[in-house]
């Protein structure tokens, strides 16, 4: 029996010969031993699945990979390139292109964090700072927690009902189109719902920051807010920064709660108040619908767009959280 | 005190005021949706909206027992496939720190936890559901198993990594074998973590819908056959939710109470078994 | 001439390109204790953890040379049988946090499997608590879990886990280096005791401890067998220079 076991490839020789091993006289060793040779094919079998399931998870991102890829195929070689600037999107004429929906991701995308960032980072210097512990601490971590849980289907039931009438009546006062859905409302969802990415990451940030570094700035007379300002956000802004990174991954591919209040319109949106598509809403309304090849494909070619974007930022705000934390 | 140090106090003094006035501005929508939920959920909830199913348009009544059905099947056969791979793969990763296999691996856990839910619904259509040729609550299981795997493979893996390399010393030194050093020592000294990892993960995928859109589909029927279309309760609320009828918004208020619920439920759990198991060594 | 139980032959060990135990020769008679001393670093731990083929569980690690059981090469046996015969006992006391003490004491026939009645199983447990000198103060909390033990009390519990297998050779590295000095004292006594059953290889940088508990002292300095001697004769009429030094304390 030939066997690798216990770190293959460490020893010079792993061959198993245990002939002399078995006259052991004692009852119980020889049961022990006997139970043994059982277990040392379990366990060379228990080591290859642990590999095959580590090997499942790569093969499964690069499946998913090839088949946004595959699938988006069709659109990119009848529509080309210019599919991402074409500003039409017309299934019944068959024309496409996908500005309108890339430009409505990212107005509401970057609204929302605009709108979010003040409130994550006062949570996060609240709970990295002012009160890392006490009544209200857990109670801010709790609702920060909360509104993580909240399903994005809820979120925008809720934004449909409620939302949706408050910014009709204010679009009413300003003199614009009184719509009620569209991008503004989008964003004022999404930004509720990214809240707790930066303002988590950000807590861990502030509390990482050495205290003899803060106790050097009191100690010469500064005060809270200065050692905040000039020793704090200084420190922690890389980490910071990653936190909206990871806030802005979450914005970009939320679907539901985005679907349900933007409006769902192909046109390109003409301010902030008017309702538009994103890349994710648009594939969700029109992906069971979509009866031509030309059209799946173009709606699959956004998924992979959206694929890679989200990737690569998510990926940028890892590396930067790993590059901080192992400072 | 000089008025420039009054003048520095003050400002430290208006920084702090205005900073825990934007977090405790967090506390409003999340009140204001829950209040919501629960004012315009709790009236809606009665027996026989557990019980039955819904009701065809312009019909008062009917419940919500064929989404609680197909909610419950579809996240149990989604941690059913997700639960042994994510932590057998996050025992891997821990075991092997440096490996090439284990570098990809990470990676890809990485860009799973990044990838936008809507996008695995669509491969997960080209994987099953065009295929068999018919939506099928098993794709929607898939789709959320794919969700779930990289919160409990980085669950075990962190949970893995804090014990100490003596335990394993200690129990290969008595001629343990490695599978059973893995399964009977490692594993349940690291119980807690997993299991809070897992619950994480069932409470993060009980509300997805953008999965389910082209997977379960959704079905009005009640349907316990994991090959064809089945409902769930946040399928059912985006289609009630959007669509232009009182009696439908009415299910759907009451299908958003009790989603919200069990999505809480799930996290207390989650806390508490974490605060329970948290092993000293 | 005694009968002799582990026996190398020009053993080497390395830690990738980084050679820590050279060329050893040694052979270890059957019931003795044998302690193993030198400065830190300077290859006895790595020497021991080789005789029951731990040192290949870190990676990178590999080793040359010919490491006998009762003439048989342990690199020929497969590392369970290997280490089913030959116990080991660790610098800080590790007992399974997740079993009783009592489980801790069968966890080697717990955890591998093997089903034994009560009676088997509670006479086992006894055996080797007396042994381990546990027995009068854990027979009245044996379903407590281990970790409340004081550490010289985890300590002796690990000794007895590790005799509960019988094993014909007992490995221990530094086992008192985490104790306090009343714990060392009724560690160090158990020591004596277990001679009588068992070969004991000591591992300790403790030069008074050599001495007290030791039939036979291994000098090891930076990767190389110095000396190998009985005990009294290396402490006092050492051969060679290097050993003198070291016991002298002139390098440390």
Redesign the interface.
Known sequence: METTVNNPGATRRDKLRVTSSLQTPDKVNVRRLRRSYRQIRTENAFRKTLIIMALAIFVLVVGIMITLIVQSIPSMKLLGVKYLWGKVWDPVQDIYGAYPFLLGTLLTSFLALIISVPFSFAVAIVLGEYYPRGWFSNLLKNVVELIAAIPSVIYGFWGLFVLVPIVRNFELKIGVQPMGVGIFTSSVILSIMVIPYAASMGREMIRMVPSPLKEGAYSLGATRWEVIRSIIMPYTKSGLFAGVLLSLGRALGETMAVTMVIGNTSLIPKNIFSPGNTMASVIANEFTEAASPVYLSALIELGLVLFLVTVVINMIGKRIIKRFTNE | MGPRIKL??G??TV??T??????????I??L???G??IKEGITKINWSFFVNVPKPVGEAGGGIANALVGSFIIVGVAAIMAI??GI??G???S??K?SK??Y??RL????????????????V???IVKPIGSFSAISGSVALA?MM?PII?RSTEETLKLL?D?????????????????L??IL??GIGGILSGVMLSV?RI?????PL??TA?GNPYLSTNITKPMHSL?LL??NY??SPYDDW?NL??GA?LI??LW??LL?IITKLTTRKWN??? | MEHTIVRTEKFNAYFGANHVVKDVNISIPKNNVVAVMGPSGCGKTTFLRCINRMHELIAGATCEGEMLLNNEDVYDMHPIFVRLKIGMVFQRPNPFPNLSIYDNVIAGYKLNGIKMAKAEKDKIVENSLSRAALWNEVKDSLHKKGTFLSGGQQQRLCIARAIAMEPEVLLLDEPTSALDPISTASVEELLFELKKNYTLIIVTHNMQQAARVSDRTAFFYLGELVEYDDTKQMFTNPKDTRTQNYITGRFS
């Open positions: 520095r106090i400002k430290s920084f702090k205005l900073v825990i006035l934007f977090a405790s501005a967090c506390v929508p999340l204001a949706i829950l919501y939920i042994p791979v057998l793969s025992i891997y990763l075991e092997n440096t296999l284990a990809w691996s890809s856990v990485d860009i799973l936890q990044g990838v936008p839910s809507i996008v695995i619904g669509i491969v259509y080209f994987w794919i795997l493979v100490p003596t335990l394993k010393e200690a129990a290969l030194a008595l001629g343990m074998p490695y599978h059973r050093m893995i009977k020592v349940p000294c409470a009980a509300g997805e819908t953008a859109l082209f589909f946040p609320i985006f939710a959007t918004h759907a208020w958003s989603l919200l999505v809480l996290n092993i000293q060594l």
